[in-house]
Every structure is written in structure tokens, then in C-alpha cells.
């Protein structure tokens, strides 16, 4: 038997297509395309199962995609948040041909990849105390800011997808008041993942220049790039710039207060993953503790969090793996 799988982000998919054998699956391609090159999801297919050549027809195919999904088991829409596509089960299933196709939320989909991590995969923020078979958690900024629950089921973990980066935006002090007014100007919602996201960093940035009577001049101004979140955390990195270490640290206290949320809003006991594409990039700075900080500042439900294992996932594939998961479950039913 063979299966495809999909991570469909708002910048990015991934497709891998293996062979399933007794041992586990054989990886036979495995590709990425950027979404501005594309109309959809069909053409990428398209393009990706014709450069495999002779390769079978799939007998079923998962894609994890980054938007809220609609429908039931037998169908599924997905809308991608952050571009013009709308997905849709039966339809990827008729034009390929493949008998079997389910979509979830991406983030759904990073769960399932959970349990297919090594320690190498893995770095810890927080030690922490697991509670066996307890409510784990996973969030994620990107393009967007993604966020899903674990729940223990039979033997395995299911992933439950949520949209809970929308959630409203609180700010913890005067200078997160100061940036919710700023963006209260520009935006009807402001969501958390209008900050915790690539878009962003980007504004964090430009409020924090805003603020500054006098700037010294930069050779090049990060936002106008084509990847202003990238230049940023670059400078920031670097110690080139102190406006982008300033946003920065911004902005991973801010993540690290949505992670803590979400923590107290799932019962996360048996642990927080931090994966998404942006922390991986940037992990030197999630361990330096600004993050923990405010993952931490709960009141009176500080030390329940104080013993949640915390751990960035390193492995930008996470997504990509669960969706393998779930194809391979589709294609070999219990």
C-alpha cells in the first residue's frame, strides 16, 4: 500500500509519499513548494505525483491544513487562513484518483507528529513533572499562530484542532497597553495571533520604532524586505539592531503568556510543544528566560504550571509526519 501525505501552511506545503510495510513506511519522495507559486492544493498534487514518476496511485492521503476544517469523516472543507484556497476532501479524492482522503488542521496534524519525535527532535524549557496519559497541548507561531489539544485515547494520543490563536489579545503591562492601543487604530479584532505570528513581529517592530523620538538610521530598514519577520529576528539575534532585540523579547513574552493560557485552558499536566516555523529559528533566545516568565505569570496557578513540562519542537517536519499518521490509518484501519 502507498499514502500520501500533506502540511499545508500559508507560505509553504510539504508533500511526502511512502510505502507502507510491515516495519513501519519507506519514504519514496518528498518535496516542498512555495504557496505564491500555486492556485491550490490540486496542481501542487498534480505536480508532485507526476515527478514521481511510475509511482502507484496512493490508497489514501491525509492533509493537515492551516485553517479551520468543516464537514464530517465521509468529507471535509478546509479554508486556509492565510490565502485564497479553499480545500476540499472529495474533490482532491476525484481528481487524483485516490480512494481515501482526509483533512485536518494543521495543528492537528503537529499533534499526531508528537508522538513521532526523538529526543533530538526536542529541546526542554521547563523540565516539569508529566503526568502519565494527561492532556498535552501544542502551539505554534508561523505565518499564522496555531494551537491544539492532546487527549489520550485507548493507547495513542488524539489531536483536537482549535483556533484558538484568535482568541482576544490581553495585554500584562504598559507597554503591551500601548501596542493594543496602537493596533485598536488599525484593526477591528486584535488577536494573539495578529502579534505571535511572522505578520507579527513585523508590527511589534514598527510600533516600537513609532515610539522612538530619535532612531539611528539603519543601512536597511528590515520591514521593507521580503521577509520583514525573518530580518528582524535576524537583527535581533545578532545584537545588530536594539529596536529588533526589543521587539523580539516583545514578542516571546507575549507567546509565552498565549502558552501558558492555553496550558491552564487544556489542563496541559502532561506537557506544552512550542513547534511552528518560527521557534526553531530562534530558540536561543526562547531559552533565556523571558518566555518562561511569562508562560509562569499566572497568580495563583503559577506553580500548577511550574510543573508542566515545556519543550520547543525542533523538527520542522512535526506536521508533515502526523499527517503521515493519519494516512497511514486510513489506509490500514484498525
Excluded at 49 to 77: H, M, R, V, W, Y
Excluded at 95 to 112: C, M, S, T, W
Aim: contains cysteine; hydrophobic residues 45%.
Amino acid at each position: 500500500m502507498h499514502v500520501l501525505a500533506g502540511d499545508v501552511g500559508g507560505t509553504k506545503v510539504l508533500l511526502q509519499f511512502a510505502r507502507l510495510e510491515k516495519s513501519g513506511s519507506q519514504v519514496i519522495g518528498e518535496r516542498r513548494y512555495e504557496c505564491s507559486a500555486f492556485s491550490g492544493l490540486s496542481p501542487i498534487i498534480h505536480d508532485f505525483l507526476k515527478s514521481l514518476g511510475n509511482a502507484p496511485i496512493p490508497d489514501a492521503a491525509c492533509f493537515g491544513i492551516a485553517g479551520p476544517i468543516t464537514g464530517s469523516e465521509s468529507g471535509q472543507t478546509g479554508k486556509v487562513t492565510n490565502l485564497p484556497w479553499i480545500v476540499g476532501s472529495e474533490a482532491l479524492a476525484r481528481e487524483h484518483k485516490i480512494p481515501k482522503v482526509r483533512l485536518i488542521n494543521d495543528f492537528q496534524a503537529v499533534g499526531y507528529g508528537i508522538e513521532t519525535l526523538t529526543g533530538k527532535d526536542l529541546v526542554s524549557l521547563q523540565k516539569g513533572s508529566a503526568q502519565p496519559r494527561a492532556p498535552r497541548a501544542v502551539i505554534g507561531a508561523g505565518t499564522g499562530l496555531g494551537q491544539g489539544i492532546l487527549i489520550w485515547q485507548q493507547d495513542h494520543y488524539e489531536a483536537i484542532a482549535t483556533e484558538g490563536g484568535h482568541t482576544d489579545f490581553a495585554p500584562t503591562d504598559g507597554l503591551q497597553v500601548g501596542l493594543w492601543h496602537c493596533l485598536q487604530q488599525q484593526f477591528e479584532h486584535i488577536s494573539y495571533e495578529r502579534l505571535v505570528s511572522g505578520p507579527g513581529l513585523a508590527l511589534i517592530y514598527s510600533y516600537l520604532r513609532e515610539q522612538e523620538a530619535k532612531i539611528a538610521p539603519l543601512h536597511t530598514d528590515p520591514r521593507n524586505v521580503a521577509d520583514p519577520a525573518a530580518a528582524i529576528s535576524e537583527l535581533a539575534l545578532s545584537g545588530a539592531d536594539a529596536l529588533a532585540v526589543q521587539a523580539l523579547d516583545l514578542f516571546i513574552c507575549i507567546y509565552g503568556a498565549q502558552a501558558g493560557n492555553l496550558a491552564l485552558s487544556a489542563g496541559a499536566t502532561g506537557g506544552v510543544y512550542v513547534a511552528g516555523g518560527i521557534a526553531p529559528k530562534i530558540v536561543r533566545k526562547l531559552t533565556d528566560g523571558n518566555f518562561m516568565r511569562s508562560f509562569l505569570n499566572k497568580g495563583r496557578m503559577s506553580a500548577l504550571l511550574a510543573a508542566v513540562p515545556v519543550q520547543v519542537v525542533t523538527n520542522q517536519n512535526v506536521g508533515l509526519a502526523g499527517a503521515m499518521v493519519v494516512a497511514r490509518r486510513l489506509a490500514q484501519p484498525r
